[in-house]
C-alpha cells in the first residue's frame, strides 16, 4: 500500500510538472506572436522582484511601483484581449479541477488520489480492463439458463432481477444505501457483478475499496503484527475502515481460526455502525455461513445485508 501511494504521488507531480510544461509551450508561442508583449512581460518581472526588495523603501515609492504594476498589467490584458487571447487560456490544464492534480484539496487527500489509489488495489487486473469487460452493458443474460432446475429459480429471470436491483442500487447510492450479500455456487456471475457495481460507482466517483475476504484478513492480520510495521501503511488500513463502499469477495476461503477473522468482524461491525456500506460475496449458503462462523459477529449483523442468492450452471465453462 505504502508502495501504491508513493507510486501514485509521483504520478501525480509528473501530470502536474507535463501540464505545467504544456501550458508554459502553449504560452510562449502564442505570446511570441504578439508584439510588446514579451517586453511588458519581463518588464513585470523586474517590477516583481523591485517590489520584493522594497520592503525597507519609502512609502511613497511603494505606491508608486504597485501603480505601475496595475498599468502594465492592464496593458497586458489588452494587447492580449486585441489578439483574441485571454491570460486564462494558457493555464495548465490539469486532470482534476478540485486539487489541481496536486492530491490535496486543503489539509484534505483529493478523491481523485483515494479513486486513483483504489483503482490500483484492484490488484492485478488493472482496473480499466475490468472495467471495460465486466459492466453492466457487457452483462450476458443469454448464459443463464432460461429453465429452472426442480425447486429452483429460473436462473435466467434471477440473474435479471438481481441485476436490475443492482443497477437500482448504484444509481441511488449513498449514506443510506443498504448492504448487499451475494452467494451461490462458483462460477454464478458473483464477482462479475461486483465488478458492475465497482465500476459504476467509481466511475461516479465513490471511494471504493475491492478485495477478497483472504487478501483483507491477511492485511488486517499484518496490521497487528509489529514485523509487517514497516510494510503496512496505516492509511490504508484507515481506508477499509472510512471508504465508503467495501466490496469484499470470496468470503468463507479465509482460515476461521485466524484470530484476524474477528478483526475482520469488528470491522464489518464498525462499518454498520458509521452507515458505510458493504457488499459481501460467498460460495458459501447463508445456513453454512451461520455455521462457520456460529459464535462470531457474523450471524449477529446478517439482518443488516440483504440477500441475492446467484443461481445457474458455472458459467466460466460457458465462456471458455
Ligand atoms: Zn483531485
Partial sequence: MKRLIEETQKEYALRREKATAQAQARK????????????IEDEIARLGIAMLESLHVKEGDKQELLKKMEELKLQKKQLLK??????????????????????MTGTE???CFKQQVAAKLYGEKSLLSVLEREN???????????????????????????????????????????NLIFTGAPGVGKTFMINCIVAELLQKGVYVVYMTAYDLIDLLRKSKLSEYAQTIDSSFVDA????DLLAIDDLGTENATDFAVDEFFNLLNKRLLDKRQIILSTNLNLNELNEMYSDRILSRIMGYFTPYEFVGGDLRLKLN
Fill in 28 to 39: 510562449g508561442k502564442a505570446f511570441a506572436k504578439i508584439e510588446g508583449l514579451s517586453e
Fill in 82 to 103: 486585441s489578439a483574441g487571447q485571454r491570460e486564462e487560456d494558457f493555464l495548465p490544464d490539469f486532470k482534476c479541477k478540485k486539487c489541481d492534480d496536486s492530491g
Fill in 109 to 111: 487527500v483529493c478523491i
Fill in 136 to 178: 453492466f452493458d457487457t452483462f450476458n443474460f443469454e448464459l443463464y439458463s432460461n429453465k429452472a432446475q426442480k425447486g429452483q429459480k429460473n436462473p435466467r429471470q434471477n440473474i435479471k432481477k438481481i441485476s436490475s436491483d443492482c443497477l437500482h442500487y448504484t444509481a441511488t447510492f449513498g449514506r443510506e444505501s443498504g
Fill in 240 to 243: 477499509l475502515y472510512t471508504c
